[in-house]
């Protein structure tokens, strides 16, 4: 039994006797699969405005959820309090939610049996050192992005972090925990002239310890004074930047966080709820052309110590590398247990929840494109009049048909084969399925992003990853203000 699961079962008194009951509870003739999801998290964050600490939290919660799954029916109850009388009234309120009075009986329980990696192999969580250290580090962030111009006139930064263990205890007799370590930092700059004021972002992060901050990149400098200097660069960009023009136009996708296109207009289409249901965009299409030959896309959850990455879901499935799209034709959807199961396939190890108060749904880890075979810099002088996206801001995409609008932090004009002036206030507007099919080139350069990303769905949000290679899409309609 894994360190995980030992500490909830010795913290709170609970045995293998005991969870089986509770399971037993749970379970009826009709209700063909149960669980019980046990939370316990740490969480700090701190945030530095002004050049003086603004906000400093601190918080420790746990919980158990408790589910029964009867066809297409879940049955959930949760509780914050963690012991057997409060386990036996969640077990029975969840059996009789999914509509079945009887009990079925005790249920076996072995440790679940697995050979799985330590995708994070963290010491010491970021949780663990001392909020001095944290302060340190954001007004050093703070001092640094104000000596770069004196244009810059107020920089926000702030650092996250949380420390989650969790056990999933099955009605199939399976037994399984995980520690997850998770960190994020950020900053935005505020420059301005006159009237003219704009913001510059940058952050990143991951299932790593506070010390990966401070670690040298292969730009020969601390991360965390990478992301200051390209939060002050962009925001002094935009100051100088022409307005966006509009129209159809070719759009290059740069590497790395452009991937949240990806991720949005066509990463929801593909989990397995909305294709069970019939409203996405996707349904039906399995074996279908869906994109353009040169598209291949992936979803990976065993990424090491990526922001996305799982050593198991919240189901306790080991995660998985999941082919979605192989040169163009669909070939797979993410899958929770319970919508594999009645789609007839294999979960993927997709099962994701916010927290015990939350049922697992299928939801992405980390999605990106897999890179072709031409040379960024052949795919830009390839144009003669386009756009040059290297960041996303906020976007909103309808399932049902594929349709997206995304505003760009971060884009330039091509004219004749080079990036020239940079723009401001440009949004892409289309349709995800109909964007794919628009690639005609793919680089060699995929570049995940560098660790910000948060997916909400139903209104749950979850840590993900994004990825991309440099990539041409022949059209998309650019709404611009110039």
């Known amino acids: 039994m894994d360190n995980a699961t030992s500490f909830f079962l010795n913290s709170y008194g609970l045995d293998d006797a005991a969870l089986s009951r509770v399971l037993g509870n749970t379970l009826s003739p009709k209700v063909d699969y149960a669980d019980l999801y046990f939370e316990h998290t740490n969480a700090e964050s701190v945030s530095l405005e002004e050049g003086i600490v603004k906000k400093a939290n601190r918080s420790l919660y746990q919980g158990v959820g408790i589910r029964a799954v009867a066809g297409d029916k879940t049955g959930y109850a949760h509780s914050d ?44 969580a970021a949780t663990e050192r001392p909020i001095t250290d944290k302060v340190a580090l954001l007004k050093r962030m703070d001092e640094v992005a104000r000596a770069i111009d004196p244009r810059i006139v107020e920089v926000q930064a702030s650092f996250v972090c949380e420390n989650k263990t969790v056990a999933i205890v099955s009605s199939d007799g399976g037994i399984v925990g995980d520690e997850r370590p998770l960190c994020r930092l950020n900053v935005s700059c505020i420059a301005a002239d006159g009237a003219n004021r704009q913001v510059g972002y940058m952050g990143g992060g991951g299932r790593v310890p506070f010390d990966w901050f401070f670690e040298r990149t292969e730009l020969a400098e601390e991360r965390f004074l990478y992301w200051v200097r390209e939060a002050a660069r962009r925001s002094l960009l935009l100051l100088d930047a022409d307005p966006a023009p509009a129209g159809t136009l070719p759009v290059v996708l740069g590497p790395g966080w452009p991937g949240i296109l990806l991720h949005e207009a066509i990463g929801h289409g593909l989990e397995g709820d909305f294709n069970r249901k019939g409203t996405s965009a996707f349904a039906e299409l399995m074996g279908k052309k ?5 598209c291949t896309v992936i979803d990976d959850g065993t990424i090491a110590d990526r922001r996305g990455s799982l050593n198991v879901d919240d189901e306790g499935t080991p995660t998985q590398r999941t082919s979605l799209i192989e040169n163009g034709t669909l070939v797979g959807y993410l899958q929770d247990r319970l919508n594999a199961g009645l789609m007839g396939v294999r979960a993927t190890g997709n099962g994701r929840r916010q927290s015990y108060a939350h049922i697992p749904m299928p939801r992405m880890t980390n999605t990106f494109m897999l890179p072709g075979e031409s040379e960024p810099e052949d795919i830009i002088k390839s144009v003669k009049n386009g756009l040059y996206a290297v960041s996303f801001g906020g976007g ?12 760009m932090n971060e884009a330039y004009l ?5 990036i020239t002036r940079p723009v401001k206030g440009a949004t892409l ?54």
């Open 396 to 407: 909103q995409v309808d399932i049902t048909n594929g349709k997206f609008v995304f505003s």
């Open 429 to 482: 507007i289309g349709n995800g399925p109909d964007v794919l099919k628009r690639v005609t080139a793919v680089g060699n350069d995929l570049s995940l992003d560098q660790g910000v990303g948060t997916c909400g769905k139903d209104g749950q949000s979850v840590p993900v990853g994004v990825g991309l290679p440099t990539i041409l899409v022949d059209g998309i309609t650019v709404g611009g203000t110039g």
């Open 414 to 418: 091509i004219e004749n084969g080079e």
């Open 81 to 124: 309090e963690i012991d057997l009388k409060q386990l036996q009234a969640g077990a029975k309120a969840a059996r009789v939610i999914a509509e079945s009075n009887d009990v079925r009986g005790p249920v076996a329980l072995a440790p679940l049996v697995s050979t799985r990696q330590n995708l994070y192999p963290v010491r010491e």
């Open 290 to 294: 869906v994109a353009s030959d040169l």
